[in-house]
């Protein structure tokens, strides 16, 4: 009857050894290891991606823009492109109704992700040679180029 009751207290044992916790511990550690890294560089590509997309997006709507507007590029105002997000005459003069047939050619100025500012500096050369202090994009208005605040991306 000894046998059956040592067998019963082995059966009913509960909980885990401290080498069963300590292994499974180490086994997420380790998987942390390697998911974790992943994941920070996706982070990173995102911010590219989205800057990427709203660059293209950007130029092709100051591009519309010029066509509609023999060739004239929209002006920095406040530190926004006023003409890209509000109705314009062939002028390039902001108004509503039908005399103002043109855009709005953006909802708004999107944001920079490395940034998260929206705002529009004039850029001194094109491309420009430096970053502007809290800015989300750089502008140069005679050439209707537009860069992210952000010198890797200069060169596009």
Not at 119 to 135: G, K, L, Q, Y
């Amino acid at each position: 009857m000894s046998a059956n009751s040592a067998q019963l207290r082995r059966s009913i044992r509960r909980g885990f050894t401290l080498i069963e916790v300590l292994i499974v511990v180490v086994i997420v550690a380790v998987l942390a290891a390697l998911v974790v890294p992943r994941f920070i560089n996706s982070a990173e590509e995102s911010k590219a991606s989205v800057l990427k997309h709203n660059l293209h997006a950007l130029r092709l709507q100051i591009t519309l823009y010029r066509m509609h507007h023999a060739g004239a590029s929209p002006t920095i105002q406040g530190q926004q492109l006023p003409q890209l997000t509000s109705a314009t005459n062939p002028a390039g003069d902001i108004g509503g109704g039908p005399g103002f047939p043109c855009g709005p050619y953006i909802v708004a100025m999107p944001d920079n992700p490395y940034t998260g500012l929206n705002n529009v500096v004039a850029a001194a050369a094109a491309p420009p040679t430096t970053e502007a202090s809290n800015a989300g994009w750089q502008y140069h208005e005679a050439s209707g180029r537009i860069w992210p605040n952000k010198s890797e991306f200069f060169d596009d």
